[in-house]
Nanobody, 121 residues
Framework: QVQLVESGGGLVQAGGSLRLSCAAS????????MGWFRQPPGKEREFVAT????????DYTYSVKGRFTISRDNAKNTVYLQMNSLKPEDTAVYYC??????????????WGQGTQVTISS
């Protein structure tokens, strides 16, 4: 089992920045690829970014490329999502997940409880 706890969400104005953190406990964190997903109000959960277990490989959905950066610190069992130049359409509940490096939610076995990110225009 892997337990994941997100933090860092909040309310910011458009153009601002936030850094989300996801702290993992349980099984060896460095064995897992990690992903960030989000669920906008009234919509399906969607892929945001993923990072390989080593941290070498990353992938992003097109709408966040150049604005968001996923990273991890295996010594701290933590994955991060740095979000810059935020837009109102980034408003969503953000979830971290542990599993395979993929864009589909089904590839991930463990999920956090989510953290709300709200961007005002």
């Amino acid at each position: 089992q892997v337990q994941l706890v997100e933090s860092g969400g909040g309310l910011v104005q458009a153009g601002g920045s936030l850094r989300l953190s996801c702290a993992a406990s349980g099984r060896t964190f460095s064995n897992y690829h990690m992903g960030w997903f989000r669920q906008p109000p009234g919509k399906e959960r969607e892929f945001v970014a993923t990072i390989s277990s080593s941290g070498i490989f990353t992938d992003y959905t097109y709408s966040v490329k150049g604005r968001f950066t996923i990273s991890r610190d295996n010594a701290k069992n933590t994955v991060y999502l740095q979000m810059n130049s935020l837009k109102p359409e980034d408003t969503a509940v953000y979830y971290c997940a542990a599993g395979d490096s993929a864009r589909t939610p089904g590839a991930y076995s463990y999920w956090g409880q989510g953290t709300q990110v709200t961007i005002s225009s």
